[in-house]
């Protein structure tokens, strides 16, 4: 099956640092979505980025699907942005999402 | 738009009863919806696709006679961990999917079994 690898796997920033998380990706993929885990559990749908660059306030997110990566940009970290981050893809021709290990983000204040 | 409701929230139960967890589709109408168990510090696995009106699709290693799951409307999935044992403790999360909105998740059930 599809290897969906992410980097780094934990990361502590201080608070208003950026940082940039990495997805690659073994195979073609209909659909990448990135995710913020809270401390609670609640998955938060951050972008649905199959290609292209997209930006929501702090965040932004690029795809190269030729290449088999996704970025995740977080500018002027904030604490409430600490959690666990997953990258997810749908395979061609398979559907469901098949999750990364996360990166584990901790902002300090 | 594009809301899952997930319920219950939390449930502790005894070894040997069954548990239900209900997941809701608030706004739209999902055909197939897909059941997800998570681990401490781990990621997300599939363990199941849901097709109403049909039987679902368990992944390799998932045990379809533990893990009951009812898809009987275009808005209800419900999985049953039959038979709870510690070892089933854990976190599950559904998802449909939902449009333009790709994939959208419940907020989870975290079940402990003691």
């Known amino acids: 099956g599809i290897q969906v690898e992410q980097s780094p796997p934990d990361l502590i920033l201080q608070e208003g640092a950026n940082s940039t998380l990495r997805c690659n990706f073994s195979?073609?993929?209909?659909?990448l979505q990135w995710f913020h885990q809270n401390p609670w559990g609640q998955l938060i749908n951050l972008f649905y980025i199959p290609s292209g660059t997209k930006q929501n306030g702090r965040l932004s997110a690029t795809t190269v699907a030729t290449e088999r990566y996704s970025l995740l940009y977080i500018s002027s970290s904030q604490t409430t942005d600490s959690g666990v981050y997953f990258c997810a893809v749908e395979v061609t021709g398979r559907r469901a999402l098949t999750f990364g290990s996360g990166t584990r983000l901790q902002v300090q204040p | 738009g594009a809301v899952v409701s997930q319920h219950p929230s939390w449930v502790i139960c005894k070894s040997g009863t069954s548990v239900k967890i209900e997941c809701r589709s608030l706004?739209?109408?999902?055909?197939?919806m897909f059941w997800y168990r998570q681990f401490p510090k781990q990621s997300l696995m599939l363990m199941a696709t849901s097709n109403e009106g049909s039987k679902a699709t368990y992944e390799q290693g998932v045990e379809k006679d533990k893990f009951l799951i009812n898809h009987a409307s275009l808005t209800l999935s419900t999985l049953t961990v039959t038979s709870a044992h510690p070892e089933d403790s854990s976190f599950y999360i559904c998802s449909a999917l939902a449009g333009d909105y790709g994939y959208t998740f419940g907020s989870g059930t975290r079940l402990t079994v003691v």
């Open positions: 706004d739209f109408q999902a055909t197939t």
């Open positions: 195979d073609s993929v209909n659909n």
